[in-house]
């Protein structure tokens, strides 16, 4: 199996690098925040930045170092919800890029596989060239065709999509061949119903009394005539006469 290195470093938005948190409410508890996270009292710099969070609800940067907070402490699913919230918040590419592969790590640890392909794919429309991004992305991609292989859910699951998917055509296909039928009696009755299909019957005419009688005569003609023919044909009887026995 290829060996990918995985980058799981998280970046803290310390106020030496942005001085204008100073002047933003809760600035303190930012202060603080940042003073625990570095000493690795995770609990404690939790606690600080919720505490800014609620001095201004929009503290982008405070939203962002909960998510680092949560994160250290193995709080995978609370962390993945402050870096989601982070990158629709951040000011530009380069922090937006670092929210969502932040958010690709947290998924990543919490086994969610394909949520964590989604953002570091994110992450690298905001930042193409990062290396890290694109080795954690590799390693994710492979995690999931594993997990496919290994889990039998996914395989019913599979399973049943492509079940699904074959009812849909099956029954597509049944309502294709109904309106094929009955287009099909449709145009038999059609064509049953055009005079120009319709049988020939034959012209019969009606026949007055006088034709009727002179019919009738004509046929007892030939009934006589054929009798005297019949007559005419028969063989005379030959009279034989009989020996006695002895």
């Not at 990158?87 to 937006?96: L, Q």
């Not at 919490?110 to 590799?138: F, G, H, M, V």
């Amino acid at each position: 199996m290829k060996r990918y290195y995985l980058f799981f470093s998280l970046c803290l938005l310390i106020p030496a690098m942005y001085a204008q948190v100073f002047s933003e409410p809760g600035k303190a508890s930012v202060r603080e925040g940042n003073k625990a996270y570095l000493d690795k009292n995770y609990a404690l710099s939790e606690s600080a930045y919720k505490k800014a969070i609620e001095a201004k609800k929009e503290n982008s940067r405070a939203i962002y170092n909960l998510g680092n907070a949560y994160y250290q402490q193995g709080k995978f699913p609370e962390a993945a919800t402050e870096f989601e919230r982070a990158a629709s918040m951040a000011e530009n590419p380069g922090e937006k890029a670092q929210a969502f592969h932040n958010l690709g790590n947290a998924h990543l640890k919490a086994k969610e596989y394909a949520q964590s392909i989604d953002a570091y794919k994110k992450a690298l429309r905001e930042n193409p060239n990062d290396l890290d991004t694109k080795y954690n992305l590799a390693y994710a991609q492979q995690m999931l065709k594993q997990q496919q292989q290994n889990d039998p859910k996914q395989d019913e699951q599979k399973k049943d999509e492509e079940k699904k998917d074959q009812e849909k055509q099956d029954q597509k296909q049944n309502q294709e061949e109904e309106q094929k039928d009955q287009q099909q009696n449709q145009d038999q009755q059609e064509q049953q119903q055009d005079p120009k299909n319709q049988p020939q019957q034959p012209n019969q005419q009606q026949m007055t009394p006088e034709e009727i009688e002179k019919m009738l005569e004509a046929l007892e003609f030939q009934e006589e005539k054929l009798q005297q023919d019949l007559q005419k044909k028969k063989v005379p009887a030959v009279k034989k006469k009989v020996e006695k026995d002895w």
